[in-house]
């Protein structure tokens, strides 16, 4: 698998890739890259380098410290690279548990008849109309904070829009000639499910569940530099901000500067995954 | 082995009767044509018999028993256009082999090239797709075809290759075949009697 | 001269398999000829181009295809431009589809909207009532409309838009057959006041009743243009193999089918298109494609044909 991927991104290298699908699988596997980086950035670092160094405090950044360093003296890009890479980790986790509980809710909306359908549409309805943050720190603040709550109630609050799609994309597969010919062929409902179904929403899961992402993220950094989230002494990028808010005014800008545009970036590489991929199976823009 | 409708009638929700006691009783080896005009049921009679929409009103039974729900359906219905009744996202062969494994006898009958099963929908023509539809709904154990407006789409060579197989197969299985079609002389060709929708709705 | 000529015409589409992009030859090397106060029925499988080419003088191909050879309106270069301007005033299209409507607005109104001459209501009115549209229709949205009734209002869309050239494709089926009769009657009556129909169509038979020539499309091409007095009896005066075998194949005819299918635009043979299929076909056939030649009053691409 590894070394198939290899391959193409080496042809992909060669000669600039020659058309737009092509063009957007080099984008997404550039950005997978560039994440993974990170990721492995985050956890392979010496952790020596975010000791306090009190000889080495509030430097500018340099080519020593490439982000400065804080009132400790710890590099702040180490820390910039170990918050990503935690706060990557729970997007993970919380995209996949809303990216379930949107296909489970989805997928029961859409086929476990009409009251199944009412509740669970009535459910996301609830759900949308509180905003996500609000919703999240109520369920966050009730688990007790920590990494714990701030995961569940990330899972917890991100599903609706996408169970939303889901649910059409069933009903609408689910009323297909093809499909009700297969019952006709004395397939079974699970064999259906797995066979027709799922191959015709995976796409859309894989596009919601990578748009889901940058969302999570943010939601993590913005509920934890609130103070409801991660627990100070965790490495997330929510805590170095707040804790940089302090030291804003007295010149210190690349505390907080360098981390806020390394989430922004990262966030931006999650959503141009998402929307490379929308790109490659959009039906109406297939074969551009 | 025959398949009875008796006095159906069918209506969405509370509006008018699309059409109300229509009576069908098909031998085996029999063929059926269905005429009238557009909009008056046709369709929707065809999915009554092929077990996709139960009547409002009446029954449909086959061999005295009322239709199964569950398994493989003796009944087996062909829609006008191929293209939806094929999965997008499967290639050829899986798509013929969904039901049964048809020989190579009704492939040849069919004209369906071996090459073709290697391929994905998007890379055949309606004709071809509507040959692998036929050859799908052949299975053993389907006693009755609805073909409706199974050749509209195609052209006089393909509508009458296809058709030429269908009746072989039907004649040598005993299989009792419904024609919905709006071509008077292809009903002519092909049906023993013929219904007409007009005297139900 | 000719109102609307087509010389030389090939669309071409690209289109993705797996990650490789191909281009496809959907239609090629095409040529047709219209003239003022004829009917031309263009007949073939579908798949065969018929669409497309109604698409491709209108200038509405998606964007994946691309074009090339010459059409020709009143003996000048139908433009991207011209085509724009022309366009529903000129050259009216009568849909295939029934989505071609505008949903949002009452199909009385777009009647009216492609009057040219006249008072639009009263002209509107008059032909809904040809066509056994009632009164009330009119204020109907395209979505109150039963199939039937939304192609009658996409005739009388053509048939009021004063056009000197109306392309139907396929606008027939799913009617009943006294509003067919009526329509193609409608067709002829537009003809013989000068105007030119390109009637896009499977069903031969009508075509035959109302049409002056018959152009037969096969895999992406003309293979025979005739007048329509050839098609009768056993298609002795028919040209092409392939127009021949499409006569007898008919159920008022022989019944009789030839074997194979028509070619994908992705395996077209080399040589002739029909070679792979037909009984005449020699070493020859299969080297290069026949030109399109004069026979019988008609044209054929065949070496063979006599």
């Keep these: ?288 | 082995m025959q398949l009875e409708a008796k006095d159906i009638g069918f209506r969405y929700g509370n509006g008018p009767w699309l059409f109300q006691g229509v009576n069908l009783t098909l031998e085996p080896g029999e063929i059926v044509g269905i005429t009238g005009p557009s909009g008056c049921g046709k369709t929707t009679f065809c999915r009554i018999l092929a077990g996709f929409e139960t009547p409002i009103e009446g029954t449909v039974t086959f061999n005295s028993a009322p239709l199964p729900k569950k398994g493989y359906h003796p009944v087996q219905l062909i829609f006008q256009h191929p293209e939806k009744a094929i999965n997008p996202r499967w290639k050829m062969h899986k798509i013929l082999n969904e039901g049964w494994k048809p020989n190579k006898e009704v492939l040849e009958l069919l004209g369906i090239d071996r090459e073709w099963l290697e391929r994905w929908p998007n890379e055949l023509s309606g004709g071809e797709l509507q040959r692998f539809c036929v050859a799908r709904a052949l299975g053993p154990n389907t006693r009755f075809l609805i073909a409706d407006e199974m050749t509209t789409m195609l052209d006089a060579i393909t509508q009458t290759q296809i058709w030429h197989a269908v009746i072989e197969i039907a004649k040598k299985r005993k299989m009792g075949i419904v024609v919905v079609t709006h071509e008077s002389k292809l009903m002519q060709r092909l049906c023993q009697r013929v219904i007409d929708f007009n005297d139900f709705s | 001269m000719p109102i609307l000529e087509v010389e030389n015409l090939s669309v071409s589409f690209k289109q993705y398999t797996g990650l490789k992009q191909k281009t496809h030859k959907v239609i090629s090397s095409l040529n047709v000829t219209l003239e003022a106060g004829e009917i031309l029925a263009v007949v073939g499988a579908s798949g065969s181009g018929k669409s497309l080419l109604a698409h491709a003088i209108l200038g509405i191909l998606p964007r994946n295809a691309s074009i090339c050879g010459v059409i020709k309106y009143a003996g000048e270069e139908l433009t991207p431009d011209r085509q724009t301007v022309l366009r529903g005033k000129e050259i009216a299209l009568v849909p295939q589809s029934v989505n071609f409507l505008d949903p949002l607005m009452r199909v009385g109104s777009q009647v009216r909207t492609s009057v040219k001459n006249g008072d639009a209501v009263s002209v509107q009115r008059e032909v809904f009532e040809r066509y056994h549209l009632r009164q009330e229709v009119e204020k109907m949205y395209p979505f109150q409309l039963s199939g039937g009734m939304a192609r009658r209002t996409l005739l009388s869309t053509a048939m009021v838009s004063g056009a000197k050239v109306i392309i139907a494709d396929e606008p027939t089926p799913g009617l009943d057959p006294d509003v067919i009769k009526e329509a193609l009657n409608n067709f002829r009556e537009v003809a013989d006041n000068g105007c030119a129909v390109m009637l896009i169509t499977h069903d031969i038979e009508s075509a035959l009743n109302i049409a002056d020539k018959i152009a037969v499309f096969y895999a992406g091409t003309t293979v025979e243009v005739a007048p329509v007095e050839n098609f009768k009896g056993h298609g002795e005066e028919i040209r092409h193999p392939y127009s021949k075998a499409l006569w007898r194949a008919l159920p008022q005819n022989d019944f009789i089918p030839i074997p194979g299918s028509q070619p994908h635009p992705s395996s077209l043979p080399a040589g002739c298109l029909f070679a792979p299929r037909c009984v005449m076909a020699t070493p020859e056939c299969r080297q290069v494609q026949p030109e399109m030649r004069k026979l019988r009053g008609g044209m054929v691409r065949c070496i063979h044909a006599t």
């Design chain 1, 1 to 288: 698998m590894i070394s198939s991927l290899k391959l193409k991104n080496k042809d992909n290298h060669k000669q600039l890739p020659s058309n737009r699908k092509k063009r957007t699988l080099f984008i997404i596997l550039i950005s997978i890259i560039f994440l993974v980086i990170v990721i492995l950035g985050g956890v392979l670092i010496d952790e020596g380098r975010i000791v306090t160094n009190l000889n080495d405090r509030n430097a500018p950044p340099s080519l020593d410290h490439l982000f400065g360093t804080d009132w400790l003296g710890r590099d702040m890009f180490t820390r910039t690279l170990m918050g990503l890479s935690l706060s990557i980790g729970v997007g993970l986790i919380g995209a996949i548990g809303s990216a379930s509980i949107a296909l489970f809710l989805g997928m029961a909306a859409a086929t476990m008849g009409k009251m199944a359908d009412r509740l669970i549409s009535w459910l996301i309805d609830l759900f949308l109309s509180v905003p996500h943050l609000v919703t999240l720190i109520l369920i966050a603040f009730t688990l007790g904070g920590g990494f714990k709550g701030i995961v569940i109630g990330l899972a917890l609050t991100h599903w609706p829009s996408l169970a939303r799609v889901i649910r059409a994309e069933v009903m609408q597969v689910r009323s297909a000639e093809y499909v009700q010919v297969s019952q006709k062929m004395g397939k079974s409902q699970w064999w259906i499910a797995l066979h027709h179904i799922l191959p015709h929403i995976a796409p859309q899961l894989l596009i919601g569940f990578m748009l889901l992402f940058p969302h999570v993220i943010l939601h993590e950094a913005a509920v934890t530099f609130l103070g409801l989230g991660l627990s100070p002494h965790e490495p997330a990028i929510g805590i170095i901000l707040s804790e940089s808010m302090k030291y804003l005014s007295s010149g210190m800008w690349w505390l907080a500067f360098f981390p806020g545009l390394c989430l922004l970036i990262i966030v931006r590489t999650f959503d141009q995954i998402g929307e490379n991929i929308r790109l490659l199976i959009d039906p109406n823009r297939a074969q551009d």
